[in-house]
């Protein structure tokens, strides 16, 4: 859990509010994908004032080796399509669960394992989810 714990640290830019369609949470879904990242679901949080985020894009990968290559993949591109690092990541060091904080949007590669025991969805199950297919 002390990935989310990070996330309370920061602000977030209520300014430049991102939706679907922008081009950052593109990059990142089209990132997952080309690694063959599975059930990925996005999590609206724009509408919950106690959000750290405007949204959660949350991913699974069947094995540590597959969490590095996604988690390396959407920073690759994010910052070859997009200019931006993110503002922080964690879970590098034993690939569980490697969240990537990009401030307006926290992204979670998880092992299926990881996912089923925190329930991030559930914790969330107020905010509009979307699944995204390849």
């Not at 405007?54 to 994010?78: G, H, L």
Request: with cysteine.
């Amino acid at each position: 859990m002390e990935q989310l714990s990070m996330l309370a640290t920061r602000k977030r830019n209520s300014v430049a509010r991102l939706t679907r369609n922008s081009k950052l949470f593109k990059t990142i879904v089209h990132a997952i994908l080309e690694k063959k990242g599975e059930n990925i679901v996005s999590l609206d949080l724009r509408k919950i004032p106690e959000a750290v985020a405007d949204f959660f894009i949350i991913c699974e990968a069947t094995s540590t080796t597959q969490v590095k290559a996604i988690a390396d993949s959407i920073e690759d591109e994010v910052n070859s399509r997009c200019g931006e690092n993110p503002y922080k990541h964690e879970g590098r060091q034993s690939y569980q669960w490697v969240l990537i904080d990009y401030v307006n949007v926290v992204v979670h590669v998880m092992l299926p394992e990881s996912r089923r025991f925190y329930k991030l969805e559930d914790l969330w199950s107020d905010s509009p989810s979307e699944k995204h297919i390849g």
